[in-house]
């Protein structure tokens, strides 16, 4: 069943003679339960794409739709309140709040919709992310395969349609860098969680079950590499 689809999707800056095209002309379906690894070089545009899926940046011209609706469709508020709902987002920076603790900064997005926690599904994350006993520490009392972990279970804790993942892995050595993909593998498999992640190395692409490669804003390959 397809979850998102993305059509025409064009996205420039600049005007006339200096216009610059960080996507051009993109389309792109993906079903329920993908692991899909967005690839390509520094300024290709994989980064542009993603905030496009996720409704980060608005696009100059095309739609994204999930589960059927054009997400674009709403208001700036409407936008920011979908996005915390409905799409888990991931970063390689883990933009963690220092002053709350690994509990708090994996919840704020339920508290800042002013809901109750689940807090079946938070001891849940905590176990799965191995953080049980890291649950009151602060981001600096822990190591930063740690604290991207904490990230994940930040972008899982509300079941999100859509997990997207940017550069994940980019400031980890290749031990947490495994486990990290290891995590989203595990997520992907136990949540049927719709999983896309951006990364220039390959053999974190290959972990994925299709592989699009992008270069000058382009789709240029689209290949499913296992079921």
Known sequence: MEILRAEHLTKTYGKDENIVAALDDVSLSVEKGEFVAIIGASGSGKSTLLHMLGGVDRPTSGRVLIDGKDIFEQTDEQLSIFRRREI???YQFFNLIPVLTVVENITMPVLLDHRKVNQQRLNELLNILQLSERRDFFPNQISGGQQQRVAIGRALINAPTILLADEPTGNLDSKNSQEVVDLLKYSNAKYN???????HDENVALQAKRIITIRDGKIKHDEVIRK
Do not use: H, S, Y
Request: glycine share 10%.
């Open 88 to 90: 888990g987002l991931v």
């Open 193 to 199: 969680q719709t999983t896309i992640l951006i990364t």
